[in-house]
């Protein structure tokens, strides 16, 4: 069943609405990809330009060498983030920045001991990089524009 077709069949409290949510659904799914996408390149951006110097981090998570980690994380923030907000190969690049919110929720919960308080933006951003594994990019993507996806 397509999403306006969901929003149709719907019995909304307020009907007047149901023509502005089956519009919208699709323009707010691709704000929020962007976003997600571009926030993921900012924090990546500071470490592009260092792709070594989160070596001691990540082999305080235990991934070993960080020599190999530290670039891959680097890597994957920012251009995943790109590529998320584009649209280019999103449920790939989504599972990438999945994978790293995941660990990012493991360290601030279990390894520094901060519980769900440290551990929530991650958990929230986790959500997000998880939604676009399953959903892609829509049809405001270049996948959708190549005609081919993940």
């Not at 390149?41 to 998570?61: C, Q, R």
């Not at 390894?111 to 959500?127: D, P, R, V």
């Amino acid at each position: 069943m397509s999403q306006t077709t969901e929003t149709t069949n719907r019995r909304l409290i307020i009907p007047a609405f149901r023509g502005l949510y089956a519009a919208a659904h699709e323009g707010v799914e691709t704000i929020l990809r962007v976003v997600a996408g571009a926030a993921l390149v900012t924090h990546g951006l500071g470490k592009i330009g260092d792709p070594f110097g989160a070596a001691g981090m990540v082999e305080s998570l235990g991934f070993y060498p960080g020599v190999f980690w530290s670039p891959l994380l680097s890597f994957t923030e920012f251009f995943a983030g790109i590529l998320i907000a584009v649209g280019f190969l999103t449920r790939p690049a989504s599972f990438a920045a999945l994978f790293v919110l995941l660990v990012t929720v493991w360290f601030h919960w279990i390894t520094k001991g901060q519980g769900y308080g440290g551990a929530e933006k991650s958990i929230l951003w986790a959500a997000i990089f998880l939604f676009f594994v399953i959903r892609g990019g829509n049809r405001h993507s270049v996948d959708a524009r190549i005609g081919r996806e993940f």
